[in-house]
T-cell receptor, first 112, second 113 residues
Framework: KQEVTQIPAALSVPEGENLVLNCSFT??????LQWFRQDPGKGLTSLLL?????REQTSGRLNASLDKSSGRSTLYIAASQPGDSATYLC???????????FGGGTRLMVKP | DADVTQTPRNRITKTGKRIMLECSQT?????MYWYRQDPGLGLRLIYY???????NKGEISDGYSVSRQAQAKFSLSLESAIPNQTALYFC????????????FGAGSRLTVL
């Protein structure tokens, strides 16, 4: 059974810092990995999707990397802003099925 | 209007009551899902449906049932609510592709007293 873990569970940083959120998964036979953002009172918004054959994806100040063999992904946020404050979740699809398995999320607060 | 609409957004009920959470979508997607979110546990899949005649159990289906009334509508029922079903519930949709990029509703917060 695939298990996805995110560390840390919560993170507070001053505005302007570069930061890294971590995601690990136990079954390396994944189809893809996705990073989501969740704002209070709202649903999840997909940020980046990395196919299993890819090593990284970039969107603006966000960069997600994937190391399938070690079961790890990182989400790098450059020059953090207060508007980046949210919960970030990673999720994987294993090759054996078509369902997403989510991590517990990292709650990020960026202080002005 | 939102692509995926969930009603109610908030509900407080008592143990033993029957509760229905409704989801409707304008994305035209065939696939619909119900997830439950508990603090620190991420989202866990309750039920999913790949088309109107297809219903499948997810990871935590016990105590829940679903109905796919139309392509655009997928409802989740708790026949007899219990306190440990207090959670944030999300409906999501996706196209039938391997990428499985989901569009989520805003969530329904359910409290069972």
């Amino acid at each position: 059974k695939q298990e996805v873990t995110q560390i840390p569970a919560a993170l507070s940083v001053p505005e302007g810092e570069n930061l890294v959120l971590n995601c690990s998964f136990t079954d390396s036979a994944i189809y893809n990995l996705q990073w989501f953002r969740q704002d209070p009172g709202k649903g999840l918004t997909s940020l980046l999707l990395i196919q299993s054959s890819q090593r990284e994806q970039t969107s603006g100040r966000l960069n997600a990397s994937l190391d399938k063999s070690s079961g790890r992904s990182t989400l790098y946020i450059a020059a953090s802003q207060p508007g980046d404050s949210a919960t970030y979740l990673c999720a994987v699809i294993t090759n054996a099925g078509n369902m997403l398995t989510f991590g517990g999320g990292t709650r990020l607060m960026v202080k002005p | 209007d939102a692509d995926v609409t969930q009603t109610p957004r908030n509900r407080i009920t008592k143990t033993g009551k029957r509760i229905m959470l409704e989801c409707s979508q304008t994305k035209g997607h065939d696939r619909m899902y119900w997830y439950r979110q508990d603090p620190g546990l991420g989202l866990r899949l309750i039920y999913y449906s790949f088309d109107v005649k297809d219903i499948n159990k997810g990871e935590i289906s016990d105590g829940y049932s679903v109905s796919r009334q139309a392509q655009a509508k997928f409802s989740l029922s708790l026949e007899s609510a219990i306190p440990n079903q207090t959670a944030l519930y999300f409906c999501a949709t996706s196209e039938p592709s391997g990428a499985n990029v989901l569009t989520f509703g805003a969530g329904s917060r359910l409290t069972v007293l």
